[in-house]
């Protein structure tokens, strides 16, 4: 086990190409000059870090992958190639059948350096934030995806990322590139065991080239005791589409901090989010979404529930640049407060500098819906199991826009289990 | 002939305000009745005391099939038999109507309810509304359908059909007096609460049943349709100073 300092970070790069050593030593000094993140900051409003980088230290070696099967795998019996990152190192890889670039980034980089030097470590800027520095300044490995211009790959790449050591901090780097007019999909889940008190720092890199369309589906079950702070940024080419779906269960704290950039002329990005708190959790989802190119379209789609006494957070901003007329931007945040101790924040925000465009925000906070409930108990259905079925109703509207519907399928049974435990031990 | 709706001395308020001062209404099995009344009579209140709606202080007595049920839960007076067609039918996102449907067999564990679902989804052309949301994005008219459906799936005792004409056009109107003249069987008793007699001349109704501020004032056979096209509820009740005109009207209670 390693402590965060020069010398873990040098380790980490040891095999660097001269690009990614400058990125590593440019986050490193961001690393040592920032101070952990406050709830003073707007960014980081409601959020209590209650811990530093001193509680957690590198590995060397990737604990042991675990096999809780959940659902997942067995939703996806064909894929266009598997990994698995465990603790921040790739631990088994199918590349698949060579349509694309896929596996560890740490294996295949020396041999493509000129083909990553402008996707890796290039997404979120390393001065965000003290993780965002920590992550380019620690990660040692993840995977990378390079699909080549033209291909059309219709099975799903599936990216398993682990943590399996308690005490361990873990960098886990996902860079997904779409060559023009490719098309191709790729789920990632997190998981860890309940005892594992860890801390993940994974970082998303989306590269979506010209007229491609890249699926993302983002299944979060971290374990009881584990952290994670996640950072995504996007970069969406000329025409191209981003369909990002991220499903957010586990972990003692999740923050996903989000920025999706529509760069290019008619590009479009589709964003939904399904969420859902139980005791002490806290899920918390920073999005931005920019504007910048002409007749640009998003939509984010985004529904929490909160029971016991968690808490939610989902700040949306929609940001539109000068330049970006003809842009259609839409937010929509609804949340349901399950139990008298669970909080939900919801902050949508709008920032327009154009003068011709269509953009429209919603948000809603509040109990399951009275008039519906006695609507379902007049058909014989008892309180409780009318309370299930409004909840299975209110995700449903989120998981059926997501990008893979194997996948919904499975998150829906797991929210479906989470909200009937509740019930059973008397949270809601 | 036994009755599957039995109404004896129902009382409720709401807040301060009386609306039902002790009803009494009985359907027997194999008829169809009518409740008619102006606005504000106290009609669709009686509805939902009798399918358990919390809002309102209520007593008094309902057997349904024989059955108490004032003092039950929402769900248990379903189960005993009681169904109630909403005026307003509720939008209820993300639930489809197959999984409303599968929740309602699953609660029964009646084993002619899957045909029976089959049959009536055919028979009301409900096929293509089954996976759509709940009441979502349906006319006015396909609502009332739906209602319809999910009665005939229920298989109740008694139905009481709640402003079922309200809000729908001639053609719909004339719609749903056949889907109700269809459903009709001697296993179930049917109350349908209007204030326009309109519905009637599509149908046969057994009897009529007036209600004025809160009360059955009248009680005849079909006959008293024609007679309230053409008088209004003024003479029916045949005392114009009991017509209420209520100086508070939260809703169309």
Known sequence: MKTLDAQASAAAGAADPGWLAARRQAALDYYDKLDMPSDREE??????????????????QPGEAHDIDTGIAAALPETAGWMRVVDGHATAVDAGDGRAVFGSLRALLADNSELFEPHVAQGTASDLNKFAAAHTAFAGDGAILVVPPGAAIEQPFFIDVQAATDGAVAFPLVTLVTGRSSQASVVIRYRSPDDVNALVVPNLELVVGANSQLKVTVVQNWGTNTTSISHLRAAVDRDASLHLGEAGLGAALSRLELQIDLEGNGSSANVVGA??????????????????????ASDMFLKGAVQGESLSIFTGMI??????????????????????????????????????????????????????????????????????????????????RFPEPAIADVVTSWIDTKYRAAQEAGRV | MSLALQVSGVRASFGDLEILKGVDIDVPFGEVH???????????????????????????????????????????RARAGLFEAFQYPVEV?????????????????????????????????????????VNGGLSGGEKKRSEMFQMAVAGPKVAIL?????????????????????????????????HYSRILRYMNPDKIHVMVEGEVVRTGGPEMASELEASGYVDIAGNEATVPKPAVTPFDI
């Open chain 1, 43 to 60: 960014v980081w409003r409601y959020v209590d870090l209650d811990f530093t980088f001193d509680d957690f230290a590198l590995v060397e």
């Open chain 1, 275 to 296: 969420y859902f708190g139980d005791d002490t959790q806290t899920l918390d989802y920073r999005y931005t979404m920019h504007h910048q190119g002409l007749n640009t």
């Open chain 1, 319 to 400: 940001r539109i640049d000068e330049e970006a007329q003809k842009t259609n931007a839409f937010q929509t945040n609804r949340n349901l407060i399950l139990s008298d101790g669970a909080a939900a924040q919801s902050v949508p925000n709008l920032e327009i500098l154009a003068n011709d465009v269509r953009c429209g925000h919603g948000s809603t906070m509040g109990p399951l819906d009275e008039e519906q409930r006695y609507y379902l108990m007049s058909r014989g259905l008892d309180e409780p199991r009318s309370n299930r079925l409004l909840v299975h109703g209110f995700f449903n509207e989120a998981l059926e």
């Open chain 2, 34 to 76: 009518v409740l008619m009344g102006p606005n504000g009579s106290g009609k669709s209140t009686l509805c939902h005391v009798l399918m358990g709606k919390d809002e309102y202080d209520a007593s008094g007595s309902a057997l349904v099939g024989g059955t108490e049920v004032m003092g039950l839960p929402v769900d248990e």
């Open chain 2, 93 to 133: 996102p993300g639930v489809s109507l197959n999984d409303l449907l599968r929740e309602m067999g699953e609660v029964r564990q009646d084993p002619g309810f899957d045909s029976r679902v089959e049959s009536a989804a055919e028979t009301l052309d409900m096929e293509r509304f089954r996976e759509r949301a």
């Open chain 2, 162 to 194: 709640d402003e079922i004409d309200s809000g729908l056009d001639i053609d719909a109107v004339r719609e749903v007096a056949h889907l109700v003249e269809e459903l009709r069987s001697d296993d179930l008793g049917v109350l349908i609460i209007t």
